[in-house]
């Protein structure tokens, strides 16, 4: 993702088609070592294309894909909230572990 993310930087900052220096360049200035197969890989995906139009093709891609923000409104939606909660406290279970934080307060989120 950081490669991509380093692509788009170039071409927002001028740069039509960008380089792999341009991208090691970019992410040499934060910090992060470049690996040159993957720069390769990004460049080859891209090349001729213009990000614009990729950008607007992921997004019709992703206007199909549910995100999980709707409610059914049925009469079974109270059971159904009710199921979801253990299933998002099971995920919630290794985070808080994790997390020393949590420790110091003396209580979890979801106790």
Not at 17 to 34: H, M, N, Q, R, T
Not at 60 to 68: E, F, I, Q, T
Not at 77 to 106: H, L, Q, R, T
Request: aromatic share 4%.
């Amino acid at each position: 993702m950081r490669y991509v993310a380093a692509y788009l930087l170039a071409v927002q900052g001028g740069n039509c088609s960008p380089s792999a220096k341009d991208i090691e360049k970019i992410l040499g200035s934060v910090g992060i070592e470049c690996d040159n197969e993957r720069v390769t890989k990004v460049l080859n995906e891209l090349k001729g294309k213009d990000v614009d139009e990729i950008i607007e093709a992921g997004k019709s891609k992703l206007a199909s894909v549910p995100s999980g923000g709707a409610v059914a409104s049925t009469g079974a939606g109270a059971g159904g909230a009710a199921d979801a909660a253990p299933a998002e406290e099971k995920k919630e279970a290794p985070k808080e572990e994790s997390e020393e934080s949590d420790d110091d307060m003396g209580f979890g989120l979801f106790d």
